[in-house]
Nanobody, 122 residues
Framework: QVQLVESGGGSVQAGGSLRLSCATS????????MGWFRQAPGKEREGVAT???????SYADSVKGRFDISQDNAKNTLYLQMNSLKSDDTAMYYC????????????????WGQGTQVTVSS
C-alpha cells in the first residue's frame, strides 16, 4: 500500500525558509512522478513543483527561483525547500504520487498525503 506522510510545515515570517519532507513508499516503481501541491483557504488546489523518475523538475511560475524540489531515493523521501517565503505561500501543502508513468499532470496523481500546514506572516 502506498503511503505518503508529509512533515516540516509550520509558521514563519515573510522572507524566511522551511523545508517540507514527504516519506514515501513509491520508489520501487521505475517510472513515477512526485509532486507538491498546495491549497489555500477558499482557493483550489494548485501544483507547486514536480520531479519525475528521470530527475526532471517543473515549478509553478509563482515559486520559480524560490522553491526547490528534490528527492533522496535512498531514504525514500521527497523534499521541498522553500525560501523567501511570502504571505501568499500560506496554504496546506500536499505530497502526491503518480506511479507507473511520469506524465506529471495532476489528473494522474493517484496518491496523496494528509498535508502539512505552512503559514507565512508578514
Amino acid at each position: 500500500q502506498v503511503q505518503l506522510v508529509e512533515s516540516g510545515g509550520g509558521s514563519v515570517q515573510a522572507g524566511g525558509s522551511l523545508r517540507l519532507s514527504c516519506a514515501t513508499s513509491t520508489h520501487t516503481y521505475r517510472r513515477y512522478c512526485m509532486g507538491w501541491f498546495r491549497q489555500a483557504p477558499g482557493k483550489e488546489r494548485e501544483g507547486v513543483a514536480t520531479i519525475d523518475s528521470f530527475g526532471s523538475t517543473s515549478y509553478a511560475d509563482s515559486v520559480k527561483g524560490r522553491f526547490d524540489i528534490s528527492q533522496d531515493n535512498a531514504k525514500n523521501t521527497l523534499y521541498l525547500q522553500m525560501n523567501s517565503l511570502k504571505s501568499d505561500d500560506t496554504a496546506m501543502y500536499y505530497c502526491a504520487a503518480e506511479l507507473g508513468s511520469n506524465w506529471c499532470v495532476r489528473k494522474f496523481f493517484d496518491y496523496w498525503g494528509q498535508g502539512t500546514q505552512v503559514t507565512v506572516s508578514s
